[in-house]
């Protein structure tokens, strides 16, 4: 069973950094497509980034193309976004989900489990 856990989120000044971290308890979390999703006030959940499960490929939303990062580590159950050059933009609730998919779209259907999300304000 996939159980995911986020991790990270606080707040930081406009061009800090955060790291998000998300475990996932189960035992086939190296065979899943990881992808981080965002939601904030008043606005509809988006895509972030991705990963395949392998770790060999990462997809991100124009948005945040250059500033953030996404990784794993299979050996820790664990998924990464590494954000840096924030801005007051990417406040948001931040969720990981995984996908039975190796190779997951940005499409929310497209992952079958989320985490409960984590919170990141960006101050100006």
């Known amino acids: 069973q996939v159980q995911l856990v986020e991790s990270g989120g606080g707040l930081v000044q406009a061009g800090g950094s955060l790291r998000l971290s998300c475990a996932d308890s189960g035992r086939t979390f190296s065979r899943l497509g990881m992808g981080w999703f965002r939601q904030a006030p008043m606005k509809e959940r988006e895509f972030v980034a991705r990963i395949t499960s392998s770790g060999s490929s990462t997809l991100y939303a124009n948005s945040v193309k250059g500033r953030f990062t996404i990784s794993r580590d299979n050996y820790k159950n664990t998924v990464y976004l590494q954000m840096n050059s924030l801005e007051p933009e990417d406040t948001a609730v931040y969720y990981c989900?995984?996908?039975?998919?190796?190779?997951?779209?940005?499409?929310?259907?497209?992952?079958?489990?989320w985490g409960q999300g984590t919170q990141v304000t960006v101050s100006s």
């Open positions: 989900a995984a996908s039975y998919s190796s190779f997951p779209g940005v499409r929310q259907s497209s992952y079958a489990y």
